[in-house]
């Protein structure tokens, strides 16, 4: 059938409304900012960041006021904010889909993935943005995905004109020491971390392979596990505003917030491993255990404690520990007049090191048995469990026979006291366990006895003490250093 001219006409015309139509449908479905600011990169694609806002307090906040900032820069930008669990009151957020409300705690009614931040960001860049920081300049965060994009920095930050603007420091983490030590930056605007308020940058991958991407408080947790991977962070001259309404206005609220900051603060340290944070200027925080709770580790097989088994030496707060306990019973022991000396591994780290082995987890002295009764708490303790007015504890060990003073009757961190009488010239007793040092040994060694720096103060030692190491645990001992049990667990790493 052939057409005529005007069928022709008309089906032209409804196949151009077509086409417009389609195109308006096309051109209403697309980000506005691909409309209308795209063209200022050269590309049609939206923003290149997601801002997560975390550190906030849910009691009283400017969340709002910052997300709506960000927003009036930019419509469409994407913004995830990110709480544990639903926030109370209630966020007056917008209720448009770039802005959601993300909650890390686990629910029966929610799949697995919306407890994952990742699941909510699709862009390539995430910039951390702190309660109280107000988006004030066009531009901020694409000048900061450029600088990160030029390469040098795994992280961008820029300062918040607070009261606590950000500033560069130094970090070293030792996970093997369970250390965390802060000084002066050296490099300055680029450093390992950050302390005070600041926007952070960087790519959403590097985030969220982090083990503890979105632990509060967000800086702490954050640089910790960026600067034991090495990456640094540029401090740029780009700063932030602040909120017009800031937070935390009230007295109340600021001791509020700061007592539960400092409670997720401590919480954070113990979670990541970290007992000892050391800051400029010799100013030590601390972490682990002390003479109210348990010592950080439990029970001892085999002479190898579980932390060698995570390739880390015995926590700081321990070795603390056991260093008082040393010094306060041998105090006691020269004041009674019972004579003593370092015994085994104790001995070995004061010729090694001056101090008691990095991985060791108790101290070891020998006594002469005769001058037993010389003490009163010894006198005590063979009766039964004594606990003297500093809460240290004298007891009879339940392995064999010889005494054990431990750190307090909760912290079992322990100096052992072992019972030495001569025979023949040698010096023997009468409990053995299975360790390769646990031998007799002539009692010249210990006539006389000489001082030897150990643990902050000075002990007495054997005589000749090399020797006597190296009738206890072979040639070389003090040269060369190994695991108490290196058929479980060697320093080199073998097993």
């Known amino acids: ?82 709480a544990d ?12 889909p770039n802005v959601r409300l993300a909650l890390l705690q686990p629910a029966l009614d929610r799949p697995a993935s919306a407890s994952r931040p990742e699941t909510y960001v699709a862009t390539e860049y995430v910039a951390l943005v702190p309660d109280g920081a107000r988006a004030e300049a066009p531009g901020q965060l694409e000048r900061m995905v450029e600088v990160l994009r030029a390469g040098g920095a795994r992280l961008v930050a820029a300062p918040i004109a607070s009261a606590n603007p950000a500033r560069c420091l130094a970090l070293n983490v030792s996970l093997r020491e369970w250390t965390a030590r802060y000084g002066p930056a050296p490099s300055a605007p680029r450093c390992d971390a950050l302390d005070g308020d600041a926007v952070v940058l960087l790519r959403a991958r590097d985030l969220f392979n982090l083990s503890a991407p979105l632990a509060r408080p967000v800086g702490t947790g954050l640089f910790l596990q960026t600067a034991l991977r090495g990456w640094t962070v540029q401090m740029l001259d780009l700063p932030f505003g602040v909120a017009r309404q800031p937070p935390l206005a009230t007295a109340h ?65 321990c070795l603390r520990a056991l260093r008082e306990t040393a ?38 002295l020998g006594i002469y048995l005769e001058d037993v009764g010389n003490c009163e708490q010894l006198r005590g303790a063979e009766a039964g469990s004594v606990v003297d007015e500093r809460g240290f504890v004298w007891e009879k060990a339940v392995e064999g026979d010889f005494f054990r003073v431990q750190y307090s009757e909760s912290n079992h961190l322990h100096v052992d006291l072992w019972p030495f009488y001569p025979r023949n010239g040698v010096m023997t007793k009468d409990t053995w366990l299975d360790h390769r040092q646990d031998v007799e040994f002539p009692e010249h060694f210990l006539q006389p006895l000489v001082p030897l720096p150990f643990a902050g103060f000075v002990a007495q030692a054997p005589n000749n003490y090399r020797r006597f190491l190296e009738l206890k645990f072979g040639p070389g001992v003090i040269e060369n250093p190994e695991y108490p049990n290196p058929a479980l667990l060697s320093l080199g790493g073998s097993s």
């Open 1 to 82: 059938m052939r057409l005529t001219r005007c069928q022709a006409a008309l089906a032209a015309a409804i196949t151009l409304n077509l086409l417009v139509l389609f195109y308006v449908s096309w051109l209403h479905h697309q980000p506005r900012s691909s409309r209308t600011r795209g063209s200022r990169r050269g590309s049609t694609s939206g923003p290149r960041v997601t801002i997560l806002v975390r550190e906030f307090e849910a009691f009283d906040n400017a969340v709002p006021e910052l997300v709506d900032s960000f927003l009036q820069q930019e419509p469409t930008q994407p913004v995830v904010v990110v």
């Open 85 to 96: 669990t639903l926030p109370y009151p209630p966020l007056a957020l917008p209720r448009i």
């Open 253 to 317: 609220a600021r001791w509020k917030a700061e007592r539960e900051g400092r409670a997720r603060r401590a919480a954070l340290l113990r979670a990541l491993g970290v007992r000892l944070v050391s800051w400029e200027g010799g100013r030590l925080e601390w972490f682990g255990c002390n003479k109210e709770t348990p010592r950080c580790f439990g029970t001892v097989v085999g002479d190898t404690p579980a932390y060698l088994y995570e390739e880390r030496w015995t926590p700081p707060c």
């Open 327 to 364: 010094r306060y019973v041998v105090g006691v022991l020269e004041a009674a007049g019972v004579r003593y000396w370092l015994e085994g591994g104790s001995l070995l780290g004061a010729a090694r090191h001056g101090d008691i082995i990095p991985w060791d987890y108790d101290v070891d």
